[in-house]
């Protein structure tokens, strides 16, 4: 399948790998692609800037805890109050000691697996023999992984509307890329 991919898609799925490695991830999920994407000048890159959706703020809202902290605010447990009694009995940055990094190839997911067989399947739809970041931008839409949506969610309080806009923004990227140029 890699044999279709652009470079730029090539290169969403090397940037994959290492967000992975970065979020000391085992494996390479929805959210990688996701976040790689947003580090991409093609169409997926350019959907996503077009929607207001960028690395530093997919990073911020992707913090350990962020997608938890609210869940855990419902019931009454305060993270800023668990990391400072864990700080102040095992030291500064107790939480975060044994974090290794991962090392060799990561393998994907099965939900990372769909998302570039849904990218493919995007590409043929659009009668497109090469695989761009924008289908891949699809293929991660299509899947609608559980913690993407939340990702989504979490970052424009409207996370359907900004998946349906994404998912429409990617369309019309591809419907610009295949019409006729322009007559002088």
């Not at 890699?2 to 490695?21: G, L, M, S």
């Not at 991830?25 to 959907?47: K, W």
């Not at 393998?107 to 695989?131: D, H, I, W």
Request: glycine share 10%; aromatic share 2%.
């Amino acid at each position: 399948m890699f044999e279709r991919f652009t470079d730029e898609a090539r290169q969403a799925v090397v940037r994959a790998q290492e967000e992975a490695r970065t979020l000391h991830a085992e494996e390479i999920e929805p959210v990688h692609l996701l976040l790689a994407l947003t580090r991409d000048t093609g169409r997926g890159g350019t959907a996503l800037a077009a929607a207001g959706v960028d690395h530093a703020g997919l990073r911020t809202a992707l913090e350990p805890g962020a997608l938890d902290a609210d869940v855990l605010a419902a019931v009454g447990v305060d993270l800023d109050q668990v990391r400072a009694t864990a700080e102040a009995v095992f030291g500064p940055g107790a939480l975060d000691r044994g974090r290794q990094e991962v090392s060799g190839h990561l393998p994907f997911t099965s939900a990372s697996k769909r998302v570039l067989q849904e990218s493919l399947r995007a590409a043929v739809r659009q009668g497109e023999r090469r695989l761009d970041s924008g289908h891949v931008l699809l293929g991660v839409l299509a899947v609608a992984d559980p913690t993407v949506v939340r990702l989504l969610d979490r970052l424009s309080g409207h996370g359907e509307e900004l998946r349906d806009g994404l998912g429409d923004a990617a369309a019309r990227l591809s419907a610009l890329l295949h019409q006729p140029p322009a007559a002088d």
